[in-house]
């Protein structure tokens, strides 16, 4: 006996134990280097997870996704693409420096650009790309920075299109911009599909064939589609990710993480945690359902167009949990009760819009009265036993008196009648 009630209490320990450890995984926010973060749905643009996401930061190399982003709208795959004599200028990571000489006129496919830009990430072949789709640097910077407030890149601007920033503290973004943009390139094919690559041929026309490979080392691995790498002494180690999982889409980008050189990992193990918990990550009710969200203050006459006026207190109700993912951002409440009748009010019946916005995202919901036009005929009971009453008392006067004047009717006809 005494086993089997010591084996139920070790049963009931691990099961306890175990839910609680899942609980409390499933909870606790992730432990990053990097000193600014975001985690986006990009479904539903919900922010899962957030660290100091309004903060402007250097984002080096990240820039180069709005490069191509510009070259996807303004150039098909089969346009080429003049190299210019200053793109020899710019600093490693350089295609010309690093990978193979090229010799200013050549040209290169667009579609070899976007590779060498977003795998090997090269400074050069950026600059080659602003001056072929703005016509010059200075222009194709001004279509940057455009395009980043169609976005809704409210805190950005753009000087480089490659983000050298060295010469330079105006060339700034961040977490949360970095995720309007990868929900923007995500919704490009030709980027999605260079992005997804680990490896590819590349040339110039007169060059021979190079094969560069992606810097992101986390490319296919437990559902990254896709990412920019980015490093420069102002902006620390930089990643903005793409992930996928069952279906689900999720962005995730670290800045100012740290460059532990040579191994160069932290970036990569701070965008992992970030993923994993994006998908694991567990709402919390905001407001649940049934609660009274607001009040609403109304004049009405205790008799339907007649009688005294009445003030009465409306409180008003959800029927469903409004759910949030637990962030530092303050949620934003509001509702709106539409034209509300006295004596048609049902607790079953939508009287408005309730609104809940974090940032990008909102949601609304259904609002309902918390009491029915019962409720209200049960508060003004006496009135209206009152009321039926005087009902009552005019009814049988007037009865009294139609009875008389019935009888003095009849008495008059018996005298004609004699």
């Given at each position: 006996?005494?086993?089997?009630?010591?084996?139920?209490?070790?049963?009931?320990?691990?099961?306890?134990?175990?839910s609680?450890?899942?609980?409390?995984?499933?909870?606790?926010q992730?432990?990053?280097?990097?000193?600014?973060?975001?985690?986006?749905?990009?479904?539903?643009?919900?922010?899962?997870?957030?660290?100091?996401?309004?903060?402007?930061?250097?984002?080096?190399?990240?820039?180069?996704?709005?490069?191509?982003?510009?070259?996807?709208?303004?150039?098909?795959?089969?346009?080429?693409?003049?190299?210019?004599?200053?793109?020899?200028k710019?600093?490693?990571?350089?295609?010309?420096?690093?990978?193979?000489p090229?010799?200013?006129?050549?040209?290169?496919?667009?579609?070899?650009a976007?590779?060498?830009?977003?795998?090997?990430?090269?400074?050069?072949?950026?600059?080659?790309?602003?001056?072929?789709?703005?016509?010059?640097?200075?222009?194709?910077?001004?279509?940057?920075?455009?395009?980043?407030?169609?976005?809704g890149?409210?805190?950005?601007?753009?000087?480089?299109?490659?983000?050298?920033?060295?010469?330079?503290?105006?060339?700034?973004?961040?977490?949360?911009?970095?995720?309007l943009?990868?929900?923007?390139?995500?919704?490009?094919?030709?980027?999605?599909?260079?992005?997804?690559?680990?490896?590819?041929?590349?040339?110039?026309?007169?060059?021979?064939?190079?094969?560069?490979?992606?810097?992101?080392?986390?490319?296919?691995?437990?559902?990254?589609?896709?990412?920019?790498?980015?490093y420069?002494?102002?902006?620390?180690?930089?990643?903005a990710?793409?992930?996928q999982?069952?279906?689900?889409?999720?962005?995730?980008?670290?800045?100012g993480?740290?460059?532990?050189?040579?191994?160069?990992?932290?970036?990569?193990?701070?965008?992992?945690?970030?993923?994993?918990?994006?998908?694991?990550?567990?709402?919390?009710?905001?407001?649940?359902?049934?609660?009274?969200?607001?009040?609403?203050?109304?004049?009405?006459?205790?008799?339907?167009?007649?009688?005294?006026?009445?003030?009465?207190?409306?409180?008003?109700?959800?029927?469903?949990?409004?759910?949030?993912?637990?962030?530092?951002?303050?949620?934003?409440?509001?509702?709106?009760?539409?034209?509300?009748?006295?004596?048609?009010?049902?607790?079953?019946?939508?009287?408005?819009?309730?609104?809940?916005?974090?940032?990008?995202?909102?949601?609304?919901?259904?609002?309902?009265?918390g009491?029915?036009?019962?409720?209200?005929?049960?508060?003004?009971?006496?009135?209206?036993?009152?009321?039926?009453?005087?009902?009552?008392?005019?009814?049988?006067?007037?009865?009294?008196?139609?009875?008389?004047?019935?009888?003095?009717?009849?008495?008059?006809?018996?005298?004609?009648?004699?």
């Amino acid at each position: 006996m005494k086993k089997r009630i010591l084996a139920l209490w070790m049963f009931f320990t691990l099961v306890f134990t175990f839910s609680f450890s899942t609980i409390a995984l499933a909870e606790s926010q992730p432990e990053i280097v990097g000193t600014s973060a975001i985690v986006m749905d990009l479904e539903t643009k919900e922010i899962i997870y957030s660290k100091n996401i309004d903060e402007k930061k250097q984002p080096a190399s990240i820039t180069k996704l709005m490069t191509a982003l510009l070259l996807a709208e303004n150039k098909s795959k089969t346009d080429l693409l003049t190299y210019p004599a200053a793109a020899l200028k710019e600093a490693p990571y350089s295609y010309g420096l690093n990978v193979h000489p090229v010799t200013p006129g050549d040209t290169f496919t667009a579609k070899d650009a976007m590779d060498i830009l977003l795998l090997y990430s090269g400074n050069d072949i950026a600059y080659m790309i602003a001056e072929n789709v703005g016509g010059t640097k200075d222009k194709f910077i001004d279509m940057m920075n455009e395009k980043a407030k169609a976005l809704g890149m409210t805190n950005t601007n753009f000087v480089t299109p490659n983000g050298l920033d060295d010469n330079t503290d105006d060339h700034y973004t961040t977490a949360y911009d970095l995720a309007l943009l990868l929900d923007a390139v995500y919704s490009n094919e030709w980027i999605r599909e260079t992005m997804s690559k680990k490896e590819s041929e590349v040339k110039s026309t007169n060059g021979p064939s190079s094969v560069v490979e992606n810097r992101n080392k986390l490319i296919g691995v437990d559902g990254n589609i896709g990412g920019k790498t980015g490093y420069t002494e102002k902006s620390g180690r930089c990643l903005a990710a793409l992930y996928q999982r069952n279906g689900h889409t999720v962005a995730t980008v670290v800045l100012g993480s740290e460059y532990n050189f040579p191994v160069d990992t932290q970036v990569f193990e701070d965008t992992k945690n970030l993923a994993n918990y994006g998908f694991n990550a567990q709402k919390e009710i905001f407001k649940a359902k049934g609660s009274q969200v607001s009040e609403v203050t109304m004049e009405y006459n205790i008799l339907p167009l007649i009688g005294p006026k009445k003030a009465i207190k409306i409180p008003v109700t959800i029927h469903e949990d409004i759910s949030l993912y637990p962030t530092d951002l303050e949620p934003e409440f509001t509702s709106q009760p539409g034209k509300i009748n006295i004596w048609t009010l049902s607790k079953d019946k939508s009287i408005g819009k309730a609104t809940v916005a974090v940032k990008g995202y909102e949601k609304q919901y259904d609002i309902y009265s918390g009491i029915s036009n019962m409720d209200i005929i049960k508060s003004n009971i006496l009135y209206y036993l009152l009321a039926l009453l005087v009902l009552i008392i005019l009814a049988a006067l007037v009865t009294l008196v139609v009875s008389k004047i019935n009888k003095k009717r009849k008495k008059k006809r018996r005298r004609i009648y004699k």
